[in-house]
DNA sequence: GGCGCCGTCTTCT
DNA sequence: AGAAGACGGCGCC
């Protein structure tokens, strides 16, 4: 197995649909596959906005509500995935980053070594940039062994909000 | 503390 | 085959 189950396999009757919920830091856009989430976007932000985060109008659904969960600080637990197109290796890791419970973080290491790959730290750093569904796939919670933030694919300020609500650090 | 270098591993060209 | 990462460590100012 080397990639599993894309999500564009359009052929089948897969119904695909997307909810957004828009904030004061711009529009999250959730994409849904069969009625699970197969991808979240947030708008990349360079730096922190000026206004204060909040939600200006979310939906009624499952996966909204996880959302203002998230942004409240109140911890409930992620909706079901879709199968999410990668690696193994890039499975491996989302599924170790998704065991990471709210208000707790994990380095890179931690990661690697959780997978039974301490040395590819590296990799997994890479890994994390490309899991299509953060806040679904918490790797906001995944920091430097130095104490610093690492990265994150839609820009810093997101990580720093997250880790802020679930006041990790 | 900060900066640079190198080892290491997966992915993309 | 080579280069590029969301790293980690170590050495050295």
Not at 109 to 116: D, K, N, P, T, V
Request: aromatic content about 8%; proline content about 8%; glycine content about 10%.
């Amino acid at each position: 197995m080397k990639k599993s189950n894309p999500l564009r396999n359009s052929e089948f009757h897969v119904q695909s649909s997307a909810v957004q919920i828009s904030t004061t830091w711009g529009i999250i856009e959730i994409e849904l596959v069969d009625g699970k989430v197969g991808g979240c976007r947030l708008p990349f932000l360079l730096k922190r906005p000026d206004a204060p985060f909040a939600i200006v109008k979310d939906g009624n659904d499952l996966v909204s509500s996880f959302i203002a969960a998230v942004f409240s600080g109140s911890n409930s637990t992620p909706p079901t995935l879709a199968e999410l197109e990668g690696t193994d290796f890039q499975q491996q890791v989302w599924r170790a980053i998704a065991e990471i419970p709210p208000g707790e973080t994990k380095t890179y290491g931690e990661l690697a070594q959780a997978i039974g790959r301490p040395n590819a730290v590296r990799a997994v750093g890479s890994a994390c940039g490309k899991n299509p569904v953060p806040l679904f796939i918490p790797c906001h919670r995944v920091v430097g062994s130095n104490g610093g933030l690492g990265g994150f694919s839609c820009g810093l300020p997101w990580k720093e909000l997250l880790l802020t609500f679930e006041n990790a650090r």
